[in-house]
C-alpha cells in the first residue's frame, strides 16, 4: 500500500503510523489498537494509505463530520478514490445535499415505504435461523451477510438471488486492499446496479420494492429524478446499507456469544435492549469515513491545506476515553437511564439515514436469535480475525449453542 511523502506543511511531531486497512493489528486486536489511539495528539497525520489526516477525540470527529465549510464530503474514500462517481447524497455539501436529503428521508424511508420492514425481518430472520444447523453455524456467511441484503433486495423490488453476485462487490468496495480493487468493486457495482435500473424503469408497474416506486415518484424542485441521479442514490444504499449491517452485526454477536452476564440480562430484562443496542454500537464502531479540507486553515493548532484527506472513525470516537470512560467496557447502564449518545451514525447533515433500518434488524436479530441459542458461546479453538477496511467485521464466526 502506498505510503506518502509528508507534506511540507505537516511537523514531523504530527506523523504517526496508522494504515486502518493493512496493520497487522487491526486484523488480531482492532480494540485495543484503537483504544491506544487514546495516547496519541487529537490530530496526527498518517503517511500511510496516500497519506491523510487521523482525528482521535470524538468531540473533533462530531466536527469534522458536521462542518462541511471546512470538511467537505465531496471525497469519502480514504485512500482517495480518483474520478470516482459522486453517490447521492452522501458526496454533496449543503445546499445541495439538502434536496437530495429529503427525498430519500420523506420519500425512501418514510413510515410507508418502510411499514413492513418490521414483520419483513423477522420473517428473513427465521428462516436463516431454520436454516442453520441444530446448535451451529458460521454467523457472518450463513447470517450476517444474508439478513441485510435480502431486507436491501426485497425493499428494492429486486430478485433474491442476485444476492451472491451483489456479496462480491461489496467486498471489493469495502474491503479492497488498495485503490485498484475498492475501484473494481464500484466499477461491477455501477454496471449491475445500470442494467438493474434500465430493466426495472422498462416496466416501473412490475416492481412492487417499496424504495423502488418511492425513487420513481419522488420529485427534485418538481422534476422528476434523472436516470443519473436514480442510478446514484441506488448505489448509495447498496454500498451504505449493507456491509455496514453485516458489519454491525458481526461484533455485536460475538461480544454476546463472550459474555453470558450481558447475554442473560438482555434475556431477563429486554426492555433494556433499546439502551443496549446504543452501548453497543457505541462500543464496536465499525466505519472509517473520510472528507477533504474544503480550503486552507488552522484548526486546534494543525494547519489543514485544502484537499488533505481528514479521516473521521466511529470506533475511534466510541473508544475516546475522554469522551466514554472505561471505553472498552460495555455497560449497558452507562447512558444513566438515556440511550447513550455516540457517533457510530455519524452526525450532522450525513447523519445515516438507514439507522432506523440497521436497528430494526439489530434488534430483531437479538430478539429472534438470543432466545433460540441457549448457553450461546464461540465454537472453541476457533481463530477470530476482524476483516479491516472501511468498515471492519468479522472474517469468520462460528457460534454454537445447546440445540
Ligand atoms: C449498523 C449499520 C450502519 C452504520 C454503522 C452506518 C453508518 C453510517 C455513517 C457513519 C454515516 C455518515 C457518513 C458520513 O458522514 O459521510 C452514514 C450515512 C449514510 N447511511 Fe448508514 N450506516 C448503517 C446502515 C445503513 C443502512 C441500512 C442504510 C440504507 C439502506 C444506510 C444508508 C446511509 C446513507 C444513504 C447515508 C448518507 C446520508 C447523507 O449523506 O445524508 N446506512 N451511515
Known amino acids: 500500500m502506498e505510503t506518502a511523502d509528508i507534506p511540507a506543511h505537516v511537523p514531523p511531531e504530527r506523523v504517526l503510523r496508522f494504515d486502518f486497512r493493512n496493520d497487522e493489528a487491526i486484523r488480531r486486536d482492532p480494540w485495543g489498537y484503537i483504544a491506544s489511539l487514546n495516547d496519541r495528539p487529537d490530530i496526527f497525520f498518517s503517511p500511510d494509505l496516500g497519506g491523510y489526516w487521523v482525528v482521535t477525540r470524538a468531540e473533533l470527529i462530531d466536527d469534522v463530520f458536521s462542518r462541511h465549510d471546512l470538511f467537505t464530503a465531496t471525497s469519502l474514500a480514504i485512500p482517495k478514490l480518483e474520478n470516482a462517481t459522486p453517490l447521492i447524497p452522501n458526496n454533496f455539501d449543503p445546499p445541495e445535499h439538502t434536496g437530495y436529503r429529503k427525498i430519500l428521508a420523506n420519500k425512501l424511508f418514510s413510515p410507508r415505504a418502510l411499514s413492513t420492514l418490521e414483520p419483513d425481518t423477522r420473517t428473513f430472520c427465521l428462516q436463516l435461523f431454520e436454516a442453520f444447523e441444530p446448535g451451529r453455524c458460521e454467523f457472518v456467511h450463513d447470517f450476517a451477510y444474508k439478513l441485510p441484503i435480502d431486507i436491501f433486495l426485497s425493499m428494492m423490488g429486486a430478485d433474491l438471488a442476485l444476492r451472491d453476485r451483489c456479496l462480491e462487490w461489496i467486498r471489493l468496495i469495502f474491503r479492497g486492499r488498495s485503490a485498484e480493487e475498492t475501484a473494481a468493486g464500484f466499477i461491477g457495482a455501477n454496471e449491475f446496479v445500470q442494467e438493474w435500473l434500465t430493466e ?43 456491509d455496514t449491517v453485516t458489519s454491525q452485526m458481526t461484533h455485536i454477536m460475538r461480544f454476546l456469544a463472550e459474555s453470558p452476564e450481558h447475554r442473560q440480562h438482555l434475556l431477563d430484562h429486554p426492555d433494556v435492549l433499546p439502551y443496549a443496542l446504543e452501548e453497543m454500537l457505541r462500543r464496536f464502531g465499525i466505519s472509517f469515513i473520510g472528507r477533504a479540507a474544503a480550503k486552507d486553515f488552522e484548526y486546534h493548532g494543525v494547519a489543514f491545506k485544502k484537499g488533505d484527506p481528514v479521516c473521521a472513525a466511529t470506533p475511534i470516537a466510541g473508544l475516546d476515553a475522554r469522551a466514554f470512560p472505561d471505553p472498552l ?75
Request: proline share 6%; charged share 20%; hydrophobic share 45%.
Open 200 to 242: 426495472q424503469l422498462a416496466d416501473p408497474e412490475q416492481n412492487k420494492g417499496s424504495m423502488f416506486q418511492a425513487l420513481v415518484a419522488a420529485r427534485l424542485e418538481g422534476r422528476p429524478l434523472s436516470f443519473a441521479e436514480m442510478h446514484s442514490i441506488t448505489m448509495m444504499l447498496f454500498s451504505g446499507g449493507l
Open 329 to 403: 467496557r460495555v455497560d449497558f447502564g452507562r447512558g444513566k437511564g438515556r440511550r447513550v449518545k455516540h457517533l457510530g451514525f455519524g452526525s450532522g447533515p450525513h447523519l445515516c439515514i438507514g439507522a432506523y433500518l440497521a436497528r430494526t434488524q439489530l434488534t430483531i436479530m437479538i430478539e429472534e436469535l438470543l432466545p433460540r441459542m441457549p448457553n450461546l458461546r464461540v465454537a472453541p479453538g476457533a481463530v477470530i480475525e476482524n476483516a479491516a477496511g472501511a468498515t471492519m467485521m468479522l472474517k469468520s464466526l462460528p457460534l454454537e449453542w445447546d440445540a
